[in-house]
């Protein structure tokens, strides 16, 4: 498994999202069993589940244009954030490999979350997909 290192929320970024037609998804199988274990154990609690949300806005930040122009027209990309206990970006995985999670990866770089609900990484999983 390849490892790269990385490190506003308002109503007009979850409209402009909504506006996007972009699926975004929480649950669904990825071929790596050690981050969806993660990612499972993360979201098994009502706060993980809040938290969550949380997260996936600080994902896009706003580079929401940035971001949507990396997504290959026609296949899902699943992206693996890990989120250390101070909110900074930990391990970043996207599944399959491909330029375009190595273009998510520079566009996010850097990128701070809120603090997670527990004192071990919080992994999110986020399903990307053009909508046709």
């Known amino acids: 498994m390849n490892f790269k290192k990385l490190a506003r929320t308002g109503a007009?970024?979850?409209?402009?999202?909504?506006?996007?037609?972009l699926m975004v998804?929480?649950?669904?199988?990825?071929?790596n069993s050690e981050l969806?274990?993660?990612f499972l154990q993360s979201i098994a609690t009502e706060a993980g589940k809040n938290y969550a949300k949380q997260a996936i806005l600080a994902f896009w930040g706003d580079d929401i244009a940035r971001i949507w122009q990396c997504?290959?027209?026609?296949?899902?990309l699943t992206v693996y954030?890990?989120?250390k206990p101070d909110g900074k970006?930990?391990?970043f995985v996207t599944l399959p490999e491909?330029?375009?999670?190595?273009?998510?990866?520079?566009?996010?770089?850097?990128?701070?979350?809120?603090?997670?609900?527990?004192a071990v990484p919080y992994v999110i999983k986020i399903t990307l997909k053009h909508e046709t």
């Open 25 to 31: 998804t929480a649950c669904q199988p990825a071929s």
């Open 81 to 83: 954030i890990e989120i």
């Open 98 to 118: 491909t330029s375009s999670g190595a273009c998510i990866a520079k566009q996010t770089q850097g990128r701070v979350f809120p603090k997670p609900p527990t």
């Open 36 to 38: 969806d274990a993660r």
């Open 12 to 21: 007009r970024r979850t409209a402009c999202l909504a506006g996007l037609a």
């Open 89 to 91: 970006m930990g391990e």
């Open 71 to 76: 997504l290959p027209s026609n296949e899902p």
